[in-house]
DNA sequence: ATTGACGCTTGATGCATGTCAACTTGAGTT
DNA sequence: AACTCAAGTTGACATGCATCAAGCGTCAAT
C-alpha cells in the first residue's frame, strides 16, 4: 500500500505475533490500559461494551484484515472489550512503537489517517442503519457486508460461516434474537439464502444488496425520517 | 494541547478564516472532493445524507470546537454534506498542509490520531444509544450531551437555543417528529426542563443524565438484547 | 444412550413508536 | 392587519418488532 520495501520491513519488525487465540480468549476487556493495536490475520473477533447486569452491546464483527482497537487511542485506555469468536491468529501492533514509526514514514502516516478516517465513515454507515432501517434492511446489510468483506479477503462471497450466535448478530443489529431468527426464515423462503445453522448459502446476492439500500421491500414504506 | 508556541504558530499560519456563513450555507456536499477540515468557531453546523428523494439522514451536529470532515480522508472525497444551522465563524484548515506539517510535529501527530480516535468512540457511543435504547432515553442523551458540550465552551449547561429543527432532532435520534414533540412536552410536564420553541433551560440536569444513562424509567424494560 | 445446557425456531400477544390528520403558533411579506 | 407558509404540537390509529412462552435440534459430558 504504498510504502518501500524497507519500510515494510521495519513495520514487521515491531509487530508481535502470537500463539492462535481460542473461542472466548479475550485481547481486552474494557476498562484495561491501551497498548497495542490488534489485527485479524485469521478467525473472527468480536468487540462489544458490556453493560450492567450482564447484558452486552455488540461494537463490531472483525474478520481477516481488520483492525481492532482504533477508538482506545484517545483516551489510551479501552472502552470496550474484544473477544474471539473462533480458533483466530491476530498480531499485535504495540501503538507507541508504531506511532515513532510512523513519524519517519510519511506514507505510513498517510496510510494511518486513512484508516481512522475509514472507521469512521463505516461507523456513520453503521448510523444510518440503526436509525433508518428495519429489521429485514439491518439484516440483509449485515450479509451483504459479510460477503463482500470475505470476498475482498478471496473467500467466497456467496458461501460462507458466521462465527457468531443469532444472539450476537441481534445485538449487533439492534434487534432481537427472534427477530433475526425469524427473517433467516424468511430470506430462505424467499429463496434469498439458504440456511444451516452458521452455514449461509447466498443465492441471490444482487437482491440482498438491493434490499439492504435502503429500499423497504414492502409497498408500506416506514421510519422516513 | 502539548504544543510549543513556535509550533501553534505554524498551524496557525496554514488556517484560512473565512467570513462568517449564513443559515444554509454548506461547508461541502456529498460528492465533492476532499481539501479541507473545518473547525467550527461559533455557531453551529450539521452534517446529513442526502437519500435519494429528498430524505436526508442527520448525522451529526458539529457545535463551537468540534472538527468536521475526518470522514472523508479515507476516499479523499466528501460521503456526506455539511449545512450551516445558524451564522457561524468557520476556520478552514488544507489537510494536504496539515499533513506535511504533522509529520514534522509529533505532537501535533499525535493529537490528530487523539481526536480521529476519539471521533470513533463517539460513533461507538451513538452506535449503542440507536441500538439499544427507547424514545426517551435517546432524547435525554442528546440533551445531556449538549448541556456537557456547551459547558466545555464556557456556556450555560442548563440554558441554551438548539439551533436544530425537531424534524433534525428526529432524524438525528432515529425517531419521527412527533414522537421528539410529545417527548420535549413530556420533559416538561415532569419538570425536567422548560421549553420554549428552541429555547431549553434544563431544570434537572442529574436526572437527564441518568435517564440517558441507559436506565430505562419504566418499569417495563424493553431491548434489553 | 442419557442427560443437561444452550442456541435456535416458531407462535401468540402487547407496546412503543411510526403514520396520518387536524390544529396552533410564530415569523416574514405585502 | 391580513395573508402565507413552515414548524411545531396534539390526538387517533396502525404496525413492526419486542416480549413471553414453549418446543426442538445439537453438542458435550457422563
Redesign the interface.
Not at 482504533?70 to 483516551?75: F, G, P, Q, R, V
Not at 494511518?112 to 465513515?121: A, F, H, N, Q
Given at each position: 500500500m504504498g510504502l518501500a520495501a524497507e519500510d515494510v520491513e521495519r513495520l514487521d519488525s515491531i509487530i508481535k505475533r502470537s500463539r492462535p487465540l481460542h473461542r472466548g480468549d479475550h485481547l481486552f476487556r474494557g476498562g484495561e490500559r491501551f497498548r497495542s493495536l490488534y489485527v485479524v490475520k485469521t478467525g473472527s473477533v468480536k468487540t462489544y461494551?458490556p453493560?450492567e447486569e450482564g447484558?452486552e452491546?455488540v461494537?463490531g464483527f472483525h474478520l481477516p484484515g481488520e483492525i481492532i482497537g482504533?477508538?482506545?487511542?484517545?483516551?489510551s485506555c479501552h472502552?470496550?472489550s474484544a473477544k474471539v469468536l473462533e480458533t483466530s491468529a491476530i498480531c499485535e501492533v504495540p501503538f507507541q512503537r508504531f506511532?515513532e514509526l510512523?513519524?519517519s514514514i510519511?506514507s505510513l502516516?498517510?496510510q494511518?489517517?486513512?484508516?481512522?478516517?475509514?472507521?469512521?465513515?463505516q461507523?456513520?454507515d453503521?448510523?444510518?442503519l440503526?436509525?433508518?432501517k428495519n429489521a429485514e434492511e439491518r439484516l440483509a446489510a449485515f450479509l451483504s457486508s459479510m460477503s463482500s468483506r470475505l470476498s475482498k479477503r478471496g473467500l467466497s462471497p456467496t458461501d460462507f460461516y458466521l462465527s457468531m450466535s443469532r444472539?450476537e448478530i441481534?445485538?449487533?443489529?439492534?434487534?432481537?434474537?427472534e427477530t433475526v431468527s425469524r427473517l433467516f426464515t424468511r430470506f430462505q423462503e424467499d429463496g434469498l439464502l439458504r440456511v444451516d445453522r452458521k452455514h449461509v448459502e447466498v443465492l441471490n446476492l444482487p437482491a440482498l444488496e438491493m434490499m439492504a439500500g435502503?429500499a423497504p421491500s414492502s409497498t408500506h414504506k416506514q421510519?422516513?425520517?
Open positions: 461494551a453493560s447484558g452491546q461494537l482504533l477508538d482506545a487511542i484517545d483516551k472502552a470496550c506511532e510512523a513519524t510519511p502516516q498517510h494511518m489517517y486513512r484508516l481512522l478516517s475509514k472507521e469512521i465513515g461507523d456513520a453503521m448510523l444510518l440503526l436509525g433508518k444472539h441481534g445485538s449487533y443489529l439492534g434487534l432481537a434474537v435502503s421510519r422516513s425520517n
